[in-house]
């Protein structure tokens, strides 16, 4: 047998929001034998209608009372319901989007759109490159897929003139024109022009070293250093001079490389003009001029701008000439 809790009865099971709003709603509490003590439903006293949440109810008595605070942007009508004004928005999708996927729903504003749309769905892989022939459900994506047989590079840069296959390869590219760094470090607050750098950068923070080499266990934050790290297992060395035809196992090595035969020396110090083919070979320079030295002989405390300086003056103190190995 059901029966009905009066205001002050109803204080101890409410909260002090339902609270506040006893006195419009009539809150019935029904209780039966098979029923669990705590189900309460909230009846709109304008119909009758019950709900078992009070915010159900509340957005129910909107209809009622007039308030409709749901808004079409398309034509400025208003709606009681977000669902009322979800349906509502179908009738604009089917004005600008008339031809509707009956797979998902997905509407499209040409028919051929709809046509490439629905091979999503059957699987049918209508475009195929002559090439390597790998298959594409959408032309576009063949089209984009076949510059990287021909090389064409339609998108370009009109500050420098470098080109790209992809547009969105431009636009990364034109933040370095622009100064453009929209991705941010929520840690420290350093910007970036492209996602996968910030990506990069907040493993500083949060010291995750995705990339594990499966031979030596030692990991790395990057993929590229953890690629280079391979090569020191299976000694490859891809990269090679033309010149001499020695070769390395990184890029940036070879180029440091080609400079001993192309006499370049683009690191120029700032004190006294010198200029070397390798920024390390200037950051032990600029010691002569800073007085900085970060090699200390652990003997006697010595200190020493550079390591081979460290190594030569530790013989003092072990007695080995420079020939010598320590057995």
């Not at 797979?103 to 490439?116: A, D, I, M, R, V």
């Not at 047989?149 to 500050?159: A, N």
């Not at 035809?245 to 180029?255: C, P």
Request: net charge positive.
């Amino acid at each position: 047998m059901a029966s009905i809790l009066i205001k002050e009865e109803l204080l101890e099971h409410c909260s002090d929001e339902e609270t506040e709003n006893l006195s419009e709603y009539t809150l019935v509490y029904i209780k039966e034998e098979k029923k669990e003590l705590n189900e309460i439903s909230y009846v709109c006293t304008e119909c009758g209608k019950s709900f078992t949440k009070l915010e159900m109810l509340t957005i129910h008595q909107q209809a009622h009372n007039g308030a409709s605070p749901h808004k079409c942007e398309q034509c400025g009508g208003n709606f009681s319901h977000s669902s009322s004004l979800k349906k509502h928005q179908k009738i604009h999708m089917k004005q600008t989007a008339p031809h509707m996927c009956n797979e998902c729903g997905k509407s499209f504003s040409q028919f051929w759109y709809l046509k490439e749309h629905q091979r999503i769905h059957s699987g049918e892989p209508a475009h195929q490159c002559s090439i390597c022939k790998k298959s594409f459900s959408q032309s576009g994506d063949l089209k984009k897929h076949e510059r990287i047989h021909t090389g064409e590079t339609p998108y370009h840069c009109t500050e420098c003139d470098k080109s790209f296959m992809q547009s969105g390869d431009l636009t990364k590219h034109q933040r370095i024109h622009t100064g453009e760094t929209p991705y941010h470090c929520t840690v420290c607050g350093k910007r970036f022009n492209q996602s996968v750098h910030l990506r990069k950068h907040q493993r500083i923070h949060t010291g995750e070293t995705p990339y594990h080499c499966t031979v030596c266990g030692k990991r790395f934050k990057r993929a590229d250093t953890y690629k280079i790290h391979q090569r020191t297992h299976t000694g490859e060395t891809p990269y090679h001079c033309t010149e001499c035809g020695k070769s390395f196992s990184y890029l940036g090595g070879l180029k440091t490389h080609k400079r001993v035969h192309t006499g370049e020396t683009p690191y120029s110090c700032n004190v006294c003009s010198k200029s070397f083919s390798q920024s390390g070979t200037l950051k032990k320079h600029q010691r002569i001029h800073t007085g900085e030295t970060p090699y200390h002989c652990e003997e006697c405390g010595r200190g020493f701008t550079q390591s081979v300086h460290l190594k030569s003056h530790q013989r003092v103190h072990t007695g080995l000439k420079p020939k010598q190995q320590k057995e």
